[in-house]
């Protein structure tokens, strides 16, 4: 893309009204602008980032056999009397009559909705275990949005359900589900730690929350330090491997972890104290096994292999896809702007020409621009009549890990600048070293 045919509409001033840094970068690198209260329009680069943490999330959903679909945002209101949620749910339902005074509304979680769909079709265990998932729309009409894309009443969600014959089954699903959000997260760069949480009103006993770690976050959480060392990194799963997935749930979730909804102090006090922290977290996910519960009130049921009919063993899961922005933000950023990590970034890198309408330079800055477009990659190219030191402020605030200076003074050496945005280095190269450097970055991204 180049820019000076983009739409990027960077703000100079830092907006008054955002309180945390997450939400004033996404304001001022015109990534979202506000609708209503907790309501945004997704900006072009806004745009850019919601879709690939949604291309993370489908890739990591596929690799365990979970299967997409899509609900409908507006849902019928009987579905929800079956289940008795209609009344519990309260006022952060958005409730809206049709033209006929038929009750609906906007829907703020989607486990009735797809137990329908379970059972309209599914009688038989042969088909089970079966995931479902979809990324969708959510309405939550929440006291107080606030954070931007943080706390929203409208915002995007991962939610999938797991449907299968026995507890066994689907206490396997839930290790499922733990371990491929915690791969999500790391693709993402984000350290994500499952804390045990308290499971509100969608029910339930077993359940974690997965949290990133920031002052800005709204969760209190209380941890053994142990817990940070542990990562996922590049170690093959077979998801169909029951030992495996449990093995992994154990190594990260034994060690003390929980929300402030299920601290329990004289728990916590048996970890040594030089490993005892409590902090803020942002919650990113969280998965449930309830049971079932939704499949005894709505009966959802199969015949199992001795001819009986059961209740399906259930269980949801959710990731914030658009709450994600806010929280990479939040952990990757510095006085400048944002830090992409590579995995989201809007563009792989960016072109600045320091002297735009030199012969030389313009023709460098479209060659670097042509071949990285050839290699699949996605750059963003600064070409517009401006100075040096705004083109340096407008790349550092969008955060593009990668930047590539063309100037007329380097060209007569043979070379230009590549700079880490994370580290602020700067290497001379030439052009050629430049593209293949780039292209293997972004080899295994
Ligand atoms: P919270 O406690 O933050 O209100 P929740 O526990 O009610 O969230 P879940 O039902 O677990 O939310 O939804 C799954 C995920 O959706 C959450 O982990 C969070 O990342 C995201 N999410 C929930 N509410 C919001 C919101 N108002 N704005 C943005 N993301 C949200
Ligand atoms: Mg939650």
């Given at each position: 893309m180049r820019l000076s045919r983009y739409f990027?509409?960077?703000?100079?001033?830092?907006?008054?009204?955002?309180?945390?840094?997450?939400?004033?970068?996404?304001?001022r690198a015109g990534m979202i602008k506000q609708s209503s209260a907790g309501i945004y329009n997704w900006l072009p680069l806004g745009l850019k980032v919601l879709r690939k943490i949604e291309d993370i999330v489908h890739?990591?959903?596929?690799?365990?056999?979970?299967?997409?679909?899509?609900?409908?945002?507006?849902?019928?209101?009987?579905?929800?009397?079956?289940?008795?949620?209609?009344?519990?749910?309260?006022?952060?339902?958005?409730?809206?009559?049709?033209?006929?005074?038929?009750?609906?509304?906007?829907?703020?979680?989607?486990e009735e909705a797809v137990t329908d769909i379970?059972?309209?079709?599914?009688?038989?265990?042969?088909?089970?275990?079966?995931?479902?998932?979809?990324?969708?729309?959510?309405?939550?009409?929440?006291?107080?949005?606030?954070?931007?894309?943080m706390r929203g009443r409208e915002f995007l969600m991962k939610d999938g359900y797991n449907f299968d014959l026995t507890k066994e089954a689907a206490l396997h699903a839930y290790n499922r589900h733990l371990v491929t959000y915690l791969r999500t997260y790391e693709r993402m760069g984000l350290q994500a730690i499952p804390m045990q949480a308290d499971g509100g009103p969608v029910g339930g006993d077993y359940t974690h929350e997965?949290?990133?770690?920031?002052?800005?976050?709204?969760?209190?959480?209380?941890?053994?330090?142990?817990?940070?060392?542990?990562?996922?990194?590049?170690?093959?799963?077979?998801?169909?491997?029951?030992?495996?997935?449990?093995a992994v749930m154990n190594e990260f979730t034994t060690k003390y972890a929980r929300t402030d909804e299920t601290h329990d102090e004289a728990v916590f006090n048996e970890v040594p104290e030089e490993r005892r922290r409590s902090a803020r977290g942002i919650e990113v996910g969280q998965i449930f096994y309830f049971g079932t519960k939704y499949s005894d009130a709505m009966g959802a049921e199969v015949v199992n292999d001795e001819g009986q009919k059961v209740p399906v063993h259930m269980g949801?899961?959710?990731?914030?896809v658009s709450r994600l922005l806010g929280a990479i933000i939040e952990a990757s950023h510095d006085d400048k702007g944002i830090?992409?990590?590579?995995?989201?970034?809007?563009?792989?890198?960016?072109?600045?020409?320091?002297?735009?309408?030199?012969?030389?330079?313009?023709?460098?800055?479209?060659?670097?621009?042509?071949?990285?477009?050839?290699?699949?990659?996605?750059?963003?190219?600064?070409d517009r009549k401006e100075r040096a030191g705004g083109k340096f402020a407008t790349m550092d605030l969008i955060g593009l890990p990668w930047r590539i200076t063309v100037g007329p003074r380097g060209l007569k050496n043979g070379v230009v600048e590549v700079t880490s945005?994370?580290?602020?280095?700067?290497?001379?190269?030439?052009?050629?070293?430049?593209?293949?450097?780039?292209?293997?970055?972004?080899?295994?991204?």
């Open positions: 990027l509409p960077v703000l100079k001033e830092t907006p008054a009204d955002a309180q945390i840094v997450s939400h004033r970068l996404m304001l890739e990591e959903q596929a690799k365990a056999g979970h299967i997409p679909i899509l609900m409908p945002t507006i849902q019928g209101a009987d579905l929800w009397r079956e289940s008795g949620r209609y009344d519990d749910y309260g006022d952060e339902m958005l409730r809206i009559k049709d033209r006929h005074d038929r009750d609906m509304l906007f829907g703020p979680t989607n379970f059972r309209s079709y599914v009688n038989s265990y042969k088909a089970l275990p079966l995931t479902l998932y979809q990324i969708q729309w959510k309405f939550r009409d929440e006291r107080r949005p606030r954070f931007g894309v997965f949290l990133v770690l920031a002052e800005t976050g709204e969760s209190e959480v209380f941890y053994d330090s142990d817990v940070t060392d542990i990562t996922l990194g590049d170690r093959d799963i077979d998801f169909d491997n029951v030992e495996q997935c449990e949801s899961h959710g990731i914030g830090i992409w990590p590579e995995g989201v970034t809007p563009f792989d890198c960016g072109i600045v020409n320091l002297k735009q309408g030199d012969e030389e330079a313009d023709a460098a800055c479209e060659g670097l621009y042509d071949a990285l477009v050839a290699a699949s990659l996605d750059p963003l190219y600064d945005r994370k580290t602020g280095e700067s290497i001379e190269m030439s052009p050629e070293d430049a593209i293949a450097k780039i292209i293997a970055i972004y080899k295994d991204v």
